[in-house]
């Protein structure tokens, strides 16, 4: 249960956010601001070299976390998830900052990066450099795991195409 302070620091960010939108003339679609628990949600989409990427950024007002989330990169059959949850494996091994997941229940492979804001606010330089990793992750890889979940390559083929 988030306190009248974190929520008044959500609601803080959730302005700077948007205003960084719109200063960066970033298009998005609100999904909630606030929601029941007084957290926030939107969505965004950026170009990539090769395909388009969806991205979900909120605040978790309780946790008072900034989260930005991809949404489904791939969506995996059942038969490949164990080579994919090695391949996933492979790849948080590869970076720094963020992280990927996947979903056994939705069989969906997604990046998130969280950063922590309680008791102080997130410079627009963060904020951009936040958007500029995930972008550029996400754009490193989602080819790559594409071709691994279609059959285009097998895990071997797929760990050398992120030089692991």
Known sequence: MA???GKAGAAE??????AFFEKASI?????????????YLLRTRFRGDDLPMEFLIGIDTGRQILFLKS?????????KLPTV???VCAL?????????????KRGTVMFTYTIPFAGSLIHESVLLQMMSICNQTVDAFNDKLFALVNGMVDLDGF??????
């Open 3 to 5: 306190t009248e302070a």
């Open 13 to 18: 960010l959730w302005n700077q956010l948007l």
């Open 27 to 39: 298009k998005y679609e609100s999904i909630y601001a606030p929601n029941e628990e007084g957290d």
């Open 71 to 79: 949404l489904e990169l791939v969506k995996v059959p059942e038969d």
């Open 85 to 87: 949850a090695m391949a």
């Open 92 to 104: 948080n091994d590869r970076i720094f900052d963020g992280s990927y997941a996947l979903s056994l």
């Open 159 to 164: 760990l050398k195409m992120i030089n692991y």
